[in-house]
């Protein structure tokens, strides 16, 4: 190799070697930004799960992590500018060159991630989307004047209208992070950052021992009970149980059948149920993840799906098709997709035949309102009287009636006055208070779920529809006798249905499923074409607000509506 060969070789190896130095310069950030010239900024991170009246923003979140990012694509690949924990107070300072910063802060709390970032999905080109955040609701008064938004209630997250069409909704997915802050080269910069969970509020607790967990499940039976008010007072005007007036005038539309989607009474009903939904899957989340026996996660889990088999239950029997939502998961509770009454009934099946398996045949009087093996098993009856399904509500009933655990007393009323009444099977343990609904149910202090009569009835149903006359002409004997309603023995089909229904109306007047009873029958035509009944009716409207929140519900037949963008309440699916 000649001398100039040999120095021009030289040459070019030491040029590659200050542009590889230059490179991993450029890529440690020195490029971007002149260390020579940095200030200090300071961030303060808020805990939104600890949100008051007195705390705005939540109390200070100590020891969470704040993370500088110099693109989208940095925080997709995990690859973070600058990281700090936040000291006592929250704070946490980070000495940084002028220019502009995404900023994520998370901290992990019994399993759970709080974060200024939730991500529901990722974008076309894969970058991580989800809602822009704005800060926290403080009152009812600023949520009715803001956009439409689920999960909307004081201490939770406030998400941005970004395309400003009134309405938060998929269409206003951004790519994240969000938060970001431009420093410059005058003043101390500061910025604060809040974070928190999709639901900051009680209904979605830190659960972190099954004593905790207890406390949780109460949360969800405290939901039952609201959806089994709402379900009977809806049901009871639908009917010819009850009409809308006095203290159901809100409940009027419904009475002579003039309701639409935009219903006010149909859309509480729908949230009252998937709230009820949220905090089971809560209970379910948590007995997942926490440390318990072998046993308490299996009773825990069971009795959480047995009471959303009965959320289910109802949802489907009213409204059909409805999303099925059996996670805490952000991405499937945003815009969870319509499912086809089968399939909803599929779900309540698969979780009461849990809760039917796993459940005790009863619990100790301190703990009657909890969901049992029996309770489970009527359940499962009414899911399969209401499919039609005759051999699969002979075998709870008598399965039931058989355990002789459940007896009728020989006054017909004690089963309304005391919670310890051997006919009942499941009473979530409160008395009826609120004026509507005492005036709707009427007949004592109590109010059960589900009681030995109903099994009685779907039983003799069953018999009947499977040509066993004699043996359901027995079982409405021994329940007429108890009531004291008339009866006269029966050969035939036609006779024991005239009986059935007759003695189903006395017998169960205003327990909250006359309407669902007149629809299985193709008895609601004739009982309620006065009221103004047409053939659609069979089912409830979707509500319009939640499908203006989630595209992906489809409405009812006949029941379509142009979704109108407004500013209504909070109105959260789910």
């Known amino acids: 190799m000649s001398y100039h060969a040999f120095s021009k070789n030289i040459k070019v190896k030491a040029l590659l070697r200050v542009l590889l130095l230059i490179f991993f310069y450029c890529h440690l950030g020195s490029c971007k930004k002149d260390a020579s010239n940095e200030e ?273 239950l109802m949802l489907g029997s009213y409204f059909g098709n409805v999303p099925v939502v059996t996670s805490t998961n952000l991405s499937a509770t945003i815009s969870p997709v319509t499912q086809f009454q089968s399939a909803v009934f599929q779900q309540v099946s698969s979780d009461l035949e849990e809760a039917h398996r796993i459940l005790p045949l009863s619990w100790p009087e301190s703990d009657r309102y909890r969901l049992s093996k029996a309770a489970a098993a009527g359940l499962l009856a009414k899911l399969a009287i209401t499919k039609k399904d005759y051999n699969g509500a002979y075998q709870y009933t008598t399965e039931v009636i058989n355990s002789n655990k459940y007896l009728f007393s020989s006054n017909a009323n004690a089963v309304f006055e005391s919670l310890s009444d051997k006919e009942i099977l499941w009473n979530v343990n409160q008395a009826n208070q609120e004026t509507y609904f005492y005036e709707t149910f009427g007949r004592g202090r109590f109010h059960s779920i589900l009681r030995l009569a109903e099994i009685y009835l779907i039983r003799a149903e069953a018999q009947l529809a499977t040509r066993q006359y004699a043996e359901a002409s027995s079982t409405l004997s021994i329940l007429a006798g108890r009531s004291n309603i008339a009866f006269t023995p029966f050969a035939n089909a036609e006779e024991g249905y005239t009986q059935l229904q007759s003695i189903w109306k006395q017998e169960m007047f205003r327990e909250g499923n006359r309407f669902t009873s007149l629809i299985r029958w193709n008895k609601a035509a004739e009982v309620l074409e006065n009221k103004g009944f047409k053939a659609h009716h069979i089912l409830l409207p979707i509500p319009e607000r939640a499908q203006q929140l989630n595209s992906h519900l489809q409405q009812n037949p006949d029941y379509q509506t142009e979704l109108i963008r407004l500013h209504p309440k909070n109105t959260p699916p789910a």
Not at 263 to 288: C, D, H, K, P, Q
């Open 40 to 312: 200090s900024l300071t961030i303060e991170v808020y805990d939104a799960t600890q949100w008051s009246a007195d705390f705005p923003d939540g109390r200070p979140a100590e020891s969470a992590t704040v993370s500088l990012y110099l693109s989208k694509q940095d925080y997709k690949d995990k690859r973070a500018f600058k990281s700090q924990k936040t000291d006592i107070n929250g704070s946490v300072v980070i000495n940084v060159a002028p220019g502009s910063y995404f900023i994520v802060a998370e901290k992990e709390r019994a399993g759970k991630i709080l974060s200024n970032v939730v991500a529901t999905g990722t974008t076309a080109s894969g970058l991580p989307q989800g809602f822009a955040l704005e800060g926290l609701f403080q009152s009812e008064q600023e949520i009715n004047n803001s956009p439409g938004q689920g999960y909307a209630k004081p201490g939770n997250f406030k998400r941005k209208d970004i395309n400003g069409d009134g309405i938060v909704n998929e269409a206003d997915l951004a790519e994240l992070p969000y938060a970001s802050i431009s420093v410059g080269t005058n003043g101390t910069p500061f910025t604060k950052i809040i974070i928190g969970a999709i639901d900051n509020s009680g209904s979605a607790p830190i659960v972190t021992n099954a004593t905790d967990l207890k406390f949780a499940l109460n949360a969800a039976y405290l939901s039952i009970y609201d959806v089994q008010k709402q379900f009977n007072a809806t049901d009871a005007v639908l009917s010819d149980d009850a009409d809308g007036t006095g203290s159901l005038t809100s409940y009027r539309r419904l009475d002579d059948f003039s309701f639409d989607a935009s219903e006010g009474s149909i859309l509480t009903l729908w949230n009252t149920a998937f709230l009820a939904v949220t905090r089971i899957n809560t209970v379910l989340y948590y007995a997942s993840y926490i440390d318990l026996s072998s046993a308490e996660k299996e009773s825990f889990t069971a009795e959480a799906k047995g009471l959303r088999g009965y959320v289910y």
